[in-house]
């Protein structure tokens, strides 16, 4: 129901951002044209467009010459958000209400090659896990993951460990402790591949972080290469003033 105290065009873009917020319109979802809204709300396309613009104003739509307007609101509760702080995927989707999945879409042991092995610390043609995870949260895919781990310290490392949390293994099967990661964030544009199994847009603006996660005994677990779409992650940082050297 429209508020018959305001302006028309405030009280339409009140109704909007309210069908907003309540998930009614999703995040990238193409918002109604104008002559559709004109029907629903029995009014002209210029306080339509006062609505619209209004909104976009705030944040809320963003207009797209030749192809609509479109929803850019996201509930604060959908953003994956990195810190100093080392929290496995799953447990970051358990803190927000998401169901975690993961999809397994590769997997197998190969010979390191040179700069594998020395990432890891261990000597060429050393055997090495190779494997690639497709994860979701509530279903939606949110990254891909591209991993190598020494075959080593964990031949016991199946499938089904894969498809659950890594890290769960690592410290409550294997009974290590993690002790921190070194993470290179970088922006690139997506890859037909990346699209495809994140369900971007072609040449979609997504982040790749280089990770490499340490063991308190000073061994290196893994690398991983992650690519998350930019619209569901957020680095932060605390970063600390240091006094300058006399």
Known sequence: MLDNSLSLYLAIARDLTET?????????????????????????????????????SEGLLSKVQGSGTYVIYRKENDLIKRSSAIFPFSEEMRTKGKTCRTKLL?????????????????????????????RFGNDLPLCVEHSYMP?????????????GSKYDYIENIKKMKIAYSHQKVSAIMSTE????????????????????TYLENGDILDFTTIYFSSDYYEAHFIKLRQKPML
Do not use: C, W
Not at 25 to 46: A, D, I, W
Not at 153 to 162: K, R
Not at 195 to 209: G, M, T
């Open 20 to 56: 907003i917020k309540n998930g009614t319109y999703l995040y990238q979802q193409l918002l109604p044209t104008e002559t559709k809204l004109m029907k629903k709300y029995s009014v002209s396309r210029t306080t339509i467009r006062q609505a619209v613009n209004l909104l976009v």
């Open 106 to 134: 590769s997997f197998e042991i190969i010979p390191a090659t040179k700069s594998v092995s020395e990432t890891l610390g261990i000597e060429i043609n050393d055997q090495v896990y190779s494997f690639e995870r497709l």
């Open 151 to 163: 075959v080593a310290p964990y031949p016991d490392l199946t499938i089904h460990h894969l498809e």
């Open 193 to 212: 591949r990346i699209e495809k199994l994140l369900n971007l847009k072609k040449h979609s603006p997504i982040l790749k972080i280089m990770h490499t």
